[in-house]
């Protein structure tokens, strides 16, 4: 809480600057002369209206103060196409309709009286659809949606050429050095297409602009080789043998582009975190399949020797597969959910994004959003993005001429899973019930295998099972198929029986696959549900269909797996003389009354049950452990 704390005050400090920028560009926009005040105005009218309106109004309140103060006249036309501008954004947003699409139609619109005052139709069709095209390379390039200014060259851009006419304007003897000096920045700013456009406005409006000079720059931007393209743009400029002033702004153009190169390329050799991210994924995976490649191959050691060798060679393989991957685990896509924020047209000032095994935290800032807004809008739809369940842990509100939210949400489940098991041995060796419990991602999951008779055959085979099974959970593999593929790797050598369940506390639901397994047992409010399949064991034949079922659990909820040689009786008697307590002391009233009397099988029991968590869930992991050797 103390470093959200300290942010929301970078964050309001950061806000009144951006307020600052916004009264100032209303004072630049009306010192621009009328017939090119269009070309900047509506631009910053749409990108503050998509993404800070409130800020919004401190930019019409700056430009109508300096534009009454400057001209009546010019005010009330300027104000005039604003007023036509809103209200047919409003009548676009009433009809619920597409908002992109029709603010390229409308930004278009507004400016048509602004081109007509060109008076020349040539200039006023070259111009039109000059600006017809830019608009539409913004629409068809989802540049609306952006809240930043790199990746919109119509906002950047536009601003620059309206700043060029207007010094131009007030300074014609400094024509052509402003704008040898803006065509190419446009075009090192902006990408080859919109640059272009830009350049082709500055040229319709500027008598004798040097439109050879400022295009030649497009070798740089479109040739690969970029040795080849300085030589050839430099041999170029030598042709067009400009004057010693615009030789100047050359100069200046080629010192930007080395810089803008220089930081492309560094941009191209880091490898993307997307990428980081995937590797990272796909290595964890290839380890966990070099892990079930190892178990079959100490299974089928002293059966196979030939096929066991080649086992063991094809999990080093696999395994050197993911060291050579060297990628970082884990992931942090704040910059991802950013973008994807900002197309919901949410203005996102900070964001950060934490993952642990058994949970996500995300805190940011966001602006103009209440309290409604965020549980309404902005949490279901990280609920859909992340498949979690997250809830409000802190926020704060920075109130400062606008609202600037400051937030923590946490993925961390209110309920908690708790689970137990015990087992009881036939004969003094090994016991050939095998169960484990261990997390993956937001997931409980309780495993218990039962190999055919007792002893080191039957626990050897049961731990082959389900150690497999773990690794394939573990790699994100789909349960159901997780269990076909073990009866593929391991069928006609060994078979077990297989009881699997798979717990979400975010959602309540648990999922159940059985092959061959003795009944679940579901105890809710002193009750007992008998939840029972009719699948072969895993091993058994080629195909199999386990038996698949799925619970909505509430709070409070037991689930209780055993394997054979306990009786229903057994269980009831249990269930009649238990006291309320901790799992791991009911699960142990039971083992003691399963004690009383000789088993003719090994026997184990696993208590499950969801209850209200008290602290956060500590940090899970695949773990395998093996009943009777804890």
């Known amino acids: 809480m103390e470093k959200t704390a300290g942010k929301d005050q970078e964050i309001s400090l950061h806000t009144n600057l951006e307020i600052l920028l916004y009264l100032g560009a209303g004072a630049l926009v009306a010192l621009l002369p009328l017939r090119f005040q269009y070309i900047a105005l509506f631009p910053l009218l749409t990108y503050a209206y998509m993404h800070n309106r409130k800020a919004l109004l401190f930019f019409l309140f700056s430009l109508s103060i300096f534009l009454f103060a400057l001209s009546v006249s010019t005010a009330y036309l300027t104000l005039l196409g604003i007023l036509i501008f809103f209200l047919l954004v409003q009548c676009a947003s009433a009809a619920h309709a597409s908002m992109p699409l029709w603010l390229t139609v409308i930004g278009l619109a507004v400016q048509v009286p602004f081109i007509i005052q060109l ?163 796909l290595r964890r995976r290839l380890q966990n399949y070099a892990g079930v490649f190892y178990s079959l191959a100490q299974f089928y050691e002293h059966l196979h020797q030939q096929e066991s060798g080649l086992l063991y060679q094809m999990a080093d393989g696999v395994e050197q597969m993911a060291q050579q991957l060297n990628a970082r685990q884990g992931t942090l896509d704040a910059s991802a959910l950013t973008e994807i924020l900002e197309g919901y047209q949410f203005t996102v000032r900070s964001l950060r994004v934490e993952r642990l095994p058994s949970q996500i935290q995300i ?114 593999m789909e349960i159901v ?61 080629e195909e199999i269909e386990p038996d698949c079922m799925e619970l909505q659990l509430q709070t409070g909820d037991e689930i209780l797996m055993v394997s054979d040689g306990v009786r229903m009786q057994e269980i009831r008697t249990w269930l009649h003389a238990r006291k309320e307590g901790e799992v791991q002391e009911e699960l142990a009233a039971l083992m003691r009354l399963l004690r009383q009397r000789p088993r003719e099988d090994d026997t184990t029991a696993l208590l499950l049950r969801l209850q209200k968590a008290e602290r956060s869930m500590t940090k899970g992991g695949t773990s395998h452990i093996q009943a009777g050797n804890r």
């Open 119 to 281: 008076q020349d139709v040539e200039r006023i069709v070259c111009v039109g659809l000059l600006l017809g095209m830019l608009y539409v390379h913004q629409f068809r390039s989802n540049a609306w949606l952006r809240s930043d200014w790199k990746g919109n060259d119509l906002w950047t851009g536009s601003l620059l050429s309206a700043l060029c006419l207007s010094v131009t304007y007030y300074f014609p003897h400094s024509t052509q050095t402003v704008a040898v000096a803006v065509g190419m920045a446009l075009l090192l700013v902006c990408r080859p297409l919109p640059g272009t456009l830009l350049v082709l406005l500055l040229n319709s409006y500027i008598h004798h602009f040097p439109l050879s000079l400022c295009l030649s720059l497009l070798v740089l931007r479109l040739v690969a080789d970029k040795g080849i393209a300085l030589v050839l743009w430099l041999l170029l400029v030598w042709l067009l043998r400009p004057t010693p002033v615009q030789l100047a702004a050359v100069a200046c153009a080629l010192l930007l582009w080395f810089l803008f190169w220089r930081k492309e390329r560094m941009k191209t050799l880091s490898l993307p975190h997307a990428a980081m991210e995937e590797n990272g994924a």
């Open 363 to 476: 805190e940011g800032v966001i602006d103009q959003i209440t309290r409604r807004e965020m549980e309404e809008t902005l949490i279901p739809l990280l609920n859909t993005l992340y498949r979690s369940d997250f809830h409000l842990e802190h926020l704060k509100d920075s109130r400062l001429f606008y609202r600037s939210t400051g937030f923590v949400l946490d993925s961390a489940a209110k309920l908690q899973v708790q689970a137990a098991y015990d087992s009881i041995s036939v004969q003094k060796q090994e016991n050939g019930d095998t169960c484990s419990i261990f997390h993956h991602d937001v997931h409980t999951l309780c495993t218990l295998s039962d190999g055919m008779g007792s002893g080191a055959e039957a626990a050897k085979s049961s731990a082959l099972i389900t150690g497999v099974l773990q690794r394939m959970i573990a790699s994100d």
């Open 481 to 541: 198929a997780a269990v076909k593929t073990v009866n593929r790797l391991i069928h006609s050598d060994v078979y077990a029986t297989l009881d699997v369940i798979c717990v979400n506390a975010h959602t309540q639901k648990a999922y159940l696959v059985k092959s061959a397994a003795c009944p679940t047992l579901l105890i809710r409010q002193g009750h007992l549900l008998q939840l029972d399949g009719r699948s072969l064991p895993v091993g058994m034949l």
